[in-house]
Each structure stands twice: as structure tokens, then as C-alpha cells.
T-cell receptor, first 113, second 113 residues
């Protein structure tokens, strides 16, 4: 069965360290997204990609970067982790630009001490 | 930032009771989705409503899109413990060649046996 997987599921890091969260999907979807979920804020879009070598900033992109070298993967990098980036991160994919239905991974819980 | 407000934020009810969750905005959306998220997992799509006034039923769940496509409601009849979870609405706006999804703040439902 096609799926979307995230790793690691849990990570604790220190302020200032670089962290990369992996996202891999086997749906062969063109569109991939990274969200963060925080209490009281719902899901907020960090970065998104509509295809290989395409990346775009979402509403909370400061301090994060992504790259898309193939269809299956969209890693999210925190260049210098801050305590404000403690959150649960979700990767998602969708098949088409006008098909807004998202398929989510199980999430990566990041704690920055 | 366009906001989708959900109410109530938290709801704890007994098995067998009925409930309604509301999703409101001042913006018009091309479609609206409802997701359910269980602890430790990513959100899963329940339904998409597209036409103003549209009503969709999924077993004991009834979804309605407002006539003006600015709001939506989710009604659950005879709630069961398996309905427990976080319910998220998400409004879609097509802007140029992109389809932006804006998530609501979420309603956490607990159904006690």
C-alpha cells in the first residue's frame, strides 16, 4: 500500500543545532507539504513543493528550509534550532494542485532544549 | 492571516449524545474539508464539501457547507467512544495556480462510555 512516512518520530535536540526531519511518500504525488501543529494554532504551513526542484514558503517559514531532489522526499531542515520550534511536525502530500485533499504522515515530535 | 474559527474548542460528552461542531470564517472558500486526528497520528480526511448549501452524510456524521461557502458544521448523532479525537476543518482557496488550504483551530472531542 502507498504511504507517507516521517522520521524520526521523536527527537530532542539543543538550541542552535541543525536538525533534519525526513518525509518519504510512495503515493507518487507531486505536491508535498510541511506543517507544524501547536495548541491553539491548529496546523500552520511551513513550506511546500509542487514538484521536483520546486519549493515555496508557507506562513511560518522563518528558520526552516526544504529541498526537493526527487518526487518521493521532502526533508525539512531547521538550520539553528530554537525553543520556539518545539512542536509536532507533519508532512503531507496531495495528488494535484486543485485537489486539496491531503494525506498526512504520523508526525515528528521535536523538543528543543 | 485568514482564520477559520472552530467552536467549541473542547467537548466532553457521554456515549449516545448528539453534538455539533462549527467552523466559521469571514472568507469564502472554494471547498471545505473535515479531518479527524487521533492521538499520535496525522489527520485523516473525512469529507470534502464543494457546493454552497451542500450536505453530506457519512454514517452518523452529517457535514454541511454554508450557503455563502464561509462556514461549515459537523453533526454527530449518537456519539460513540470511537468518535473521540481532534476534528479539524480546512478551507481551500484557489489563488492563481495554487490551492491554499487554511486549517481551523480544531475541536477536541472526548466521548465517555
Amino acid at each position: 500500500d502507498a504511504e507517507i512516512t516521517q522520521s524520526p518520530r521523536h527527537k530532542i535536540t539543543e538550541t542552535g543545532r541543525q536538525v533534519t526531519l525526513a518525509c518519504h511518500q510512495t503515493w507518487n504525488h507531486n505536491n508535498m507539504f510541511w506543517y507544524r501543529q501547536d495548541l491553539g494554532h491548529g496546523l500552520r504551513l511551513i513550506h511546500y513543493s509542487y514538484g521536483v526542484h520546486d519549493t515555496n514558503k508557507g506562513e511560518v517559514s522563518d528558520g526552516y528550509s526544504v529541498s526537493r531532489s526527487n518526487t518521493e522526499d521532502l526533508p525539512l531542515t531547521l538550520e539553528s534550532a530554537a525553543s520556539s520550534q518545539t512542536s509536532v511536525y507533519f508532512c503531507a502530500s496531495s495528488p494535484g494542485i486543485y485537489t486539496g485533499e491531503l494525506f498526512f504522515g504520523e508526525g515528528s515530535r521535536l523538543t528543543v532544549l | 492571516t485568514q482564520l477559520l474559527e472552530q467552536s467549541p474548542q473542547f467537548l466532553s460528552i457521554q456515549e449516545g449524545e448528539n453534538l455539533t461542531v462549527y467552523c466559521n470564517s469571514s472568507s469564502v472558500f472554494s471547498s471545505l474539508q473535515w479531518y479527524r486526528q487521533e492521538p499520535g497520528e496525522g489527520p485523516v480526511l473525512l469529507v470534502t464539501v464543494v457546493t454552497g448549501g451542500e450536505v453530506k452524510k457519512l454514517k452518523r456524521l452529517t457535514f454541511q457547507f454554508g450557503d455563502a461557502r464561509k462556514d461549515s458544521s459537523l453533526h454527530i448523532t449518537a456519539a460513540q467512544p470511537g468518535d473521540t479525537g481532534l476534528y479539524l476543518c480546512a478551507g481551500a482557496k484557489i489563488i492563481g495556480a495554487t490551492n491554499k488550504l487554511i486549517f481551523g483551530t480544531g475541536t477536541l472531542l472526548a466521548v465517555q462510555p
